[in-house]
């Protein structure tokens, strides 16, 4: 009976000490597991210079530009601190629209702007039916007609 | 005392045989009940999305997969544990028999993301956290099996295959909250204990998905678990009973 829980607790210590590794481990690379960096992580310098990465954020309202060709678009990032203009030239996803969250994949070009190779939509945790969205818009709209644009809740939460 | 003494009873391959072959109707059953009903509020009566119209529905099998493979993979780590740690003949075999129930989830979770992927996000795969945590997931799953299998020894083909089940577990919470964690393209959750952010009839339409996953699970791992029984328990008497019976109940 007594090798049995001594057994057992040292399964239950060796996972406890697995599981701190793991987050230590996790810790340490936690700038490589991120898939994107925010328009405020390359403004602070944060980008790799030369290389190719990601960036993420919301399509700023009322900034996409498409050219006559139908496939060269412009439009800005935003994490509501920072902006980003971004070029790409491809076909864009069906979830990209203003306001929506978007990661691209690309360079910096020497004018400052961002070069994107790969443009992907990413949409959030909410399903509901379009009636119910429209409700709730509405309601959004009437009790953030009178506030500054700059208490909007940042793009993480809002994702 | 009276409950213990069951508790035990069961855990004998012997008069756990039996009991797994009179509950599996039952499970396949509720399996069919929660399935079609299910599939009836998703497909038929929850609403379309307001932003990805139609194509969300792949959530109701997407969620309840993704949702099983994790849970199949704890339940067999505890299994591995207690293995490990009280010696007890059945936890492999329960084991042995989850493995490839949670390698098929962990498959469909990532074959109907890829599906879905492609027209929302506009990628069939990204090497953001959540994708590839459930990849390493599989991994471990196809990996449990081929480890038990490369070793003849069966008491240590279960020591070995439970080793890795326990170093695996730490991957579970990570897959969990590596939307939280991360910046990833998967979106954060949407349904927790404590809130859903979903429209009532989808979430019951993919909560009854989930039921039925569950219950399928528990009727395809004890089927599984009865043939583990008797390939290893070949040799004692009770198969020996049992298949002769079924023999000469053949015969008559």
């Known amino acids: 009976m007594k090798s049995r829980h001594k057994k057992l607790a040292l399964i239950g210590g060796a996972l406890a000490i697995l599981g701190i590794i793991a ?137 | 005392m009276k409950d213990r003494f069951n508790l035990y009873r069961f855990a004998s391959p012997a008069t756990f045989y039996p009991l797994a072959g009179k509950l599996i109707p039952w499970f396949v059953a509720l399996s069919v009940v929660f399935g079609l009903a299910g599939l009836y509020l998703g497909m038929l009566v929850a609403p379309t999305d307001f932003q990805q119209g139609e194509g969300y529905r792949i959530i109701f099998i997407h969620v309840p997969a993704s949702w099983m493979s994790m849970f199949i993979y704890l339940v067999m780590a505890g299994w591995a544990a207690i293995g490990l740690a009280f010696n007890t003949r059945l936890s492999g075999m329960m084991a042995q028999a989850l493995a490839p129930t949670g390698a098929l989830m962990a498959f469909l979770s990532l074959w109907t993301g890829a599906l879905w992927g492609k027209p929302m996000w506009g990628a069939w795969w990204v090497w953001d956290a959540r994708l590839t945590s459930e990849l390493i997931l599989l991994f471990l799953y196809i990996g449990y099996m081929a480890l038990t299998a490369a070793i003849d020894d069966q008491r240590r083909a279960d020591k070995a295959g439970g080793l890795l089940l326990l170093v695996g577990v730490v991957n579970v919470p990570i897959i969990y909250f590596s939307v939280k964690w991360w ?21 019951w339409g993919m909560l009854l998905m989930a039921l039925c996953f569950w219950m399928y699970s528990i009727a395809v791992a004890l089927m599984r678990v009865r043939t583990i029984m008797l390939e290893r328990e070949r040799h004692t008497d009770w198969v020996r009973a049992e298949l002769g019976a079924n023999s000469s109940g053949a015969a008559k």
């Open chain 1, 23 to 159: 987050a230590l481990v996790l810790n340490a690379l936690n700038s490589n597991i991120a898939l994107y960096i925010s328009p405020t992580d390359v403004a602070e310098g944060k980008a790799p210079q030369g290389k190719a990465f990601r960036i993420g954020g919301l399509v700023k309202e009322g900034s996409l530009q498409r050219q006559a060709d139908g496939v060269t678009i412009a439009f800005v990032v935003t994490d509501t601190a920072k902006d980003i203009a971004v070029h790409y030239k491809g076909i864009l996803p069906d979830l990209f629209k203003e306001g929506k969250g978007v990661v691209a994949q690309g360079k910096m070009a020497a004018d400052g702007t961002f070069s994107a190779s790969e443009v992907l939509a990413k949409h959030d945790e909410n399903y509901m039916p379009p009636e119910a969205a429209k409700a709730v818009d509405d309601a959004q709209k009437a009790a953030t007609k009178h506030v500054s644009p700059s208490s909007v809740s940042p793009p993480k939460a809002s994702y």
């Open chain 2, 183 to 203: 910046n990833t393209l998967h979106q954060g959750s949407s349904v927790n204990l404590t809130k859903s952010s979903m429209a009532e009839t989808m979430l």
